[in-house]
């Protein structure tokens, strides 16, 4: 799998996530969903909608600290058979 880090997210450390993206496929299309903590709102909806519209893909999202919006992405990562991937915060301490 190659992460491809934007001017915005060369910041971001995925260096301790081993655990959470070894069940993605290293031939599939990836997509890092992050918002929830800028406003973007319902993030659980837009990777749900992204599941849905895009059956090739993998979906890692960034709960961060939200509890509610981790515990709503570990029930989509199950219903989308582990397509979906509840991230922790990626941001530096």
């Known amino acids: 799998m190659t992460l491809r880090c934007t001017k915005v997210s060369k910041k971001w450390n995925f260096n301790n ?4 993206v070894t069940c993605l ?3 599939a299309p990836t997509l890092l969903v992050t918002g929830g903590g800028c406003g973007l709102g319902d993030l659980d909806s837009v990777v749900k909608a992204l599941a849905d519209a895009r059956p090739n893909i993998q979906l890692m999202a960034v709960a961060g600290n939200n509890r509610k919006l981790h515990a709503s ?4 990562a199950a219903q989308y058979h582990r397509r979906v991937v509840p991230l922790p ?3 530096p301490p």
């Open 17 to 20: 996530l081993t655990a959470e």
């Open 25 to 27: 496929r290293p031939d």
């Open 73 to 76: 992405l570990l029930k989509l």
């Open 89 to 91: 915060s990626i941001n």
